[in-house]
């Protein structure tokens, strides 16, 4: 998917504004210096014929030709910006047809009692662990689920305010598997706010429809309990999945591994790493 991501828009704005931050601050304090040592005290008494009077209303220059172009030119500046950051925010609230809603996934989320808690489109379930799959397009239906608390993801832009009674709408694009991010609560909710963190893990397409059939309710497909727990020496050792893999060394070492997350081949893993590091 080629859509802006909001971690592009929000870094666009931000050089943007930068940018012109630095301009104006150059001219303002040039012009400032440049003014200081023109009207210098040259130590004669001719050089204090220009100076304004007690009583006498400064003209702007040129009959106020200065002030107009210098107000003209920051009024236009400003309220393009004001036009164009509105239209780029309007994208982050909306992507539209940018993020068609085939090609998106949707978790909801429930931040309570200093965690959160989200809940996948078959009704697979997680804690602190989003598991979501690599280049897609996650949208989040956030709630709370005692008091306010607000759904934070620093590295991609998010934030949701979880606030029970109300469901907060709002999207992210995930990068390449093996990254992940960390989820902050950014609302003081009480004694547990700063331990209030999880993590995003980004896994590959086909770690992600096997995280969901895993972690299904009971009553899904996935009816048979015993071959969801019998860890994934079992799940890998299907024909399929041997074939897709052509790994058969790592499947082997996954029925010692037993835990479901890093089933992944061993690359994966170390891919995890690398990203927690950067
Ligand atoms: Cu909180």
Known sequence: MQAQTRVDVFEQIFLVFLGLGTLVGVVVIAYTLYNAYKYRDGGDETSDKARPTLGELPTGGEGGKKLFLSFGLSAIIVISLIIWTYGMLLYVEDPGDEIPDEEAIEVDVVGDGFAWFFEYENGAESTNTMTVPEDTAVWVNVTGGDVWHSFGITDLRVKADAIPGET??????????????????????????????????????????????????????????????????????DDETDEENGDDEENGDDEENGDDEENGDDEEADDTEDGGDD
């Not at 547990?192 to 972690?215: A, P």
């Open 168 to 237: 907060d709408r709002t999207w992210f694009m995930t990068g390449e598997a093996g990254d992940t991010h960390e989820i902050e609560c950014f609302e003081l909710c009480g004694d547990g706010h700063t331990q209030m963190v999880g993590t995003v893990d980004v896994v590959s397409e086909e770690e992600y429809e096997e995280f969901l059939e895993e972690e299904a309710p009971d009553d899904d497909e996935n009816g048979d309990d015993e071959e969801a727990d019998d860890e994934n020496g079992d799940e890998n050792g």
